[in-house]
């Protein structure tokens, strides 16, 4: 820079300099002096007073530093969410599959019967909803395999719970589509606390009443009776009431015919004690009669009728006394030709009998009045 000054001032002096030597001594002199190195003739670029800049590589470097630190971070940032995420997911499932576990087994329960198979079936589902509990309560977002470890006891719990179920609805299908009594029985023994197993024996009564297949009262209380032997449970109220209204039936027919016998055979035994000769004999009951009324009365106790044991036990003492005056009916002491001949003793036996007929049947019919 002195150098280009320098060479300026020489240039644009004055002519005086040329031959004076004190001056062209002070220029050779000072050219002769530079700064350090020798100075080249061609002009020197124009210099700024702007500060030396920083190399570019270092701040390259930085650059490259701040941009993997913040990839790092999403990485890092992206991975928790993810897992946070999956985690929440697998508490989710995990939660609703005890919840669901709890519920069937909550249906199950009533179908668990002391030292059955589906006993041991609950206890084991049971223990594995307490497992699945433990696990969950154990899980955490860095601990997804116990969340998963909880939702797998759940599902099996669960599977356990509603094999239970299955097993009462499948039995209860059966008994229904087969129309099946034993079947019904079953039910009931089976899953006695269940809602198909409390209406098993209901149903099977229905089933009895829609096919009785005798029409007759006493057939019917034949098939009444062999359902009550055979139900596993309290009678159902309306076997009692068929049962019932058969009895009734069956008493009023067979009062009917016995004061119809006994009205008979005493104008039969006065008649002929008066001398008439008459073209009809004496009327009975057969000892099958008799056989029915006992057999009836064995009916009661199962069919829950004992009421109408007062009434049945005189009309099996009327039919016995019946079947005695069908014996002397059929015992004349004499025949002649196509005429029979009865002695007075047999009249009076008869009467007798007839009036006994006639007392038993009243006391029968005021008894049923009032049951």
């Not at 280009?4 to 644009?12: D, F, I, K, R, Y």
């Not at 700024?48 to 993997?68: N, Q, W, Y």
């Not at 005798?214 to 009692?240: E, M, N, R, S, V």
């Not at 019946?322 to 059929?330: D, Y």
Request: hydrophobic share 40%.
């Amino acid at each position: 820079m002195f150098a280009g000054l320098l060479s300026m001032t020489v240039a644009e002096g004055p002519d005086v300099g040329q031959n004076d030597p004190g001056v062209a001594t002070h220029v050779e002199a000072t050219q002769a002096s530079p700064p350090a190195g020798s100075v080249d003739d061609t002009p020197s670029a124009p210099q700024t007073d702007e500060a030396p800049k920083e190399p570019s590589r270092a701040k390259t470097g930085r650059l490259v530093a701040a941009i993997l630190v913040a990839l790092v971070l999403v990485a890092l940032g992206t991975a928790a969410y993810q897992t946070n995420q999956k985690a929440t997911a697998a508490r989710e499932a995990a939660r609703k599959a005890i919840s669901v576990a709890e519920r069937k087994l909550d249906l199950a329960q009533t179908a668990v019967e002391p030292g059955t198979p589906e006993e041991l079936d609950f206890k084991v589902a049971t223990d594995r909803v307490t497992a699945a509990k433990k696990a969950f309560a154990e899980g955490s977002w860095l601990k997804t395999a116990k969340y998963e470890s909880a939702l797998s006891n759940a599902k099996s719990a669960e599977v356990l719970a509603s094999d239970i179920t299955e097993q009462v609805t499948s039995l209860a299908e059966r008994a229904s589509a087969e129309g099946s009594i034993d079947l019904y029985f079953e039910l009931y023994e089976r899953f006695p606390r269940t809602y198909e197993g409390k209406r098993a024996l209901d149903d099977a009564a229905t089933v009895l009443l829609s096919n009785l297949t005798y029409t007759d009262d006493l057939g019917a209380l034949d098939q009444l009776a062999d359902f009550a032997k055979g139900c596993p449970g309290d009678i159902p109220t309306a076997i009692q009431a068929e049962g019932t209204s058969r009895l009734r039936q069956l008493a009023k027919t067979k009062l009917g015919e016995l004061d119809r016998i006994a009205n008979h055979n005493i104008r039969w035994a006065s008649d002929l004690k008066r001398g008439k000769s008459l073209r009809y004999g004496a009327d009975g009951t057969t000892t099958l009669e008799t056989k029915a009324m006992k057999r009836v009365l064995g009916h009661l106790e199962c069919i829950d009728c004992e009421e109408y044991r007062s009434v049945f036990t005189a009309l099996r003492d009327a039919c016995a006394l019946g079947n005695q005056c069908r014996v002397i009916a059929n015992s004349p002491e004499s025949r002649r030709g196509n005429n029979l001949y009865f002695g007075s003793s047999q009249l009076n036996r008869l009467l007798s009998l007839s009036r006994s007929i006639k007392a038993k049947t009243k006391y029968a019919r005021t008894r049923l009045s009032k049951v």
